[in-house]
């Protein structure tokens, strides 16, 4: 016969079975964060569509080159042409100069490097990681700017300040996310493969080079779509090297400027529901696309990975 203690026990826990309550927690926890990127999705684009809808501007106008916002200063124009160009084309060079290292370092911690050698480099990334942006950002303004300006200024780096400035910087600040991304997609491919090429008379090298590289290409891939993303959103570190010119990119050696730059140099000049504080929200829904058009590429590439 029961006793009265252990019906109670099973009632409790039968109770407990019903409410579920750990998983009840989770979907509420999971429901409030989507219900906050909805409502942040919402409001960004709201504020970044009043340009057009509260001020009347044309859209075509933020494809003009011509930014002059003030309207004490002569005829307005809305044109965020430069600033696209520019953040596209820093976070280019920042990636070409990035990925070769980064991914070579991701290759020999997870190929080439013994033991001891990976528990260094391993905790350096971590380091890396940990590193404010504004850091870069000095350690740029104060060394690699005045660097260029005095001895790269026959080749065009007359004030230092530089599209080639920012992209270093940017490329020192993503190198740890593509390589720890990179190392991880090394680490995945099967070690099966490598013993097959290699008992098929290959060396090791290429084995790496025709097997493995190969079969990590769209993880590499994703790490360096990851670091892109990662410069996108950047603004402090860039801003301090890159010389805030609001003019379209002429070469690597002229100041320009980015979205997130601009931005934070405008916020507090304006006054809310001016149309010069509205083209910093319509800036902000510029890069909101670019960062969901990252998202798409890299969801796709993790499909075909997955896939493959």
Do not use: K
């Given at each position: ?9 099973t ?6 079975a ?86 070579g370092?991701a ?11 990976r ?19 000095w ?30 910087v ?11 991304i ?19 008379g ?11 590289l ?24 860039v ?15 002229a ?40 998202v798409?590429i ?10 493959a």
């Open positions: 016969m029961t006793s009265p203690a252990a019906s109670l026990a009632t409790e826990l039968g109770l407990r019903r409410l579920d309550l750990p998983r009840r927690i989770t979907l509420l926890a999971a429901g409030v964060i989507v219900a906050i990127v909805l409502l942040l999705l919402v409001f960004i684009t709201w504020n970044g569509v009043q340009l057009f809808v509260a001020s009347g501007v044309p859209v075509a106008e933020i494809f003009s080159p011509t930014w002059q916002p003030d309207a004490g200063s002569g005829p307005t124009s809305f044109g965020l042409l430069p600033f696209i160009a520019g953040t596209l084309g820093v976070m280019a060079v920042a990636a070409v100069i990035a990925t070769p290292l980064s991914v370092l290759l020999f911690m997870a190929e080439v490097a013994p033991t001891w050698a528990r260094i480099t391993q905790p350096a990334m971590e380091v890396f990681v940990g590193i404010p942006s504004v850091v870069y950002g350690l740029g303004l104060t060394l690699l700017v005045p660097y260029l300006r005095t001895n790269l200024q026959g080749l065009g780096f007359t004030l230092g300040f530089s599209w080639f400035a920012g992209s270093l940017l490329a020192l600040m993503i190198l740890p996310t593509i390589t720890s990179s190392y991880d997609a090394f680490l995945v491919v099967p070690r099966d493969m490598r013993a097959a090429s290699m008992a098929l290959t060396t090791r090298w290429q084995a790496i080079r025709h097997v493995v190969p079969a990590a290409a769209t993880g590499i891939a994703t790490a360096v779509v990851m670091g892109m993303m990662r410069a996108a959103g950047e603004a402090l570190a801003q301090m090297v890159i010389g805030n010119r609001p003019v379209m990119p002429t070469g690597l050696t100041p320009m400027t980015t979205l997130t730059s601009q931005i934070t140099l405008d916020m507090g000049n304006t006054v809310a529901g001016e149309p010069w504080n509205q083209a910093l929200w319509t800036m902000g829904l510029v890069l909101l696309v670019i960062s969901f058009t990252f798409v890299v969801r796709r590439l993790a499909g075909r990975r997955i896939a």
